[in-house]
């Protein structure tokens, strides 16, 4: 298991070619592979987190419940789970909806070139706090209001986030 500072680099297939550093993957077009979570609660709610000024990129934006990097030897699956719980301080089950392709470049001159995996699931206990190093707030938000609110202001969300939630609604 590395320290989080090797990401995974893949194909257009998800095949893993090799690992690279962090930084430098994302201040060049390096293809890497990702996972995001989106877990809702029983009344269709869906959980965002903003992330922390901390982060190296898209700080104080809101996105899904949480996202990362797997390591090389780590499965996409136990990688959601991991992540999950070192952002939002709890675990669930998990199930993987679908996987796409993307590209971002960030105001810092990061880029993020990413083939994702998405995982999604109901919980409905109580979020009782946050890790305050990855996650500035955290908020629970009907899809109707969610999806108004990012077409006044798209600008306070992740890129990713809103492919991710584009496809999600196209396949509900």
Known sequence: MNTGNLMVLVDDNDKVIWTWEKMDIHRKWILHRAISVLIFNSKWKMLLQQRALSKYHCWWLWTNATCTHPYLDEEVLDAAHRRLQEEMWFDTALEEIFQFQYIAKFDNGLIENEYDHVFKWVY????????????????????????????????????????ILNKYIELN
């Open 124 to 163: 409905d206990w109580e979020i009782t706090s946050v890790n305050p190093d990855e996650v500035n707030d955290y908020k629970w938000i009907d899809l109707k209001t969610l999806i108004n609110d990012i077409e006044k202001n798209p600008s306070r969300y992740t890129e990713w986030f809103k492919i």
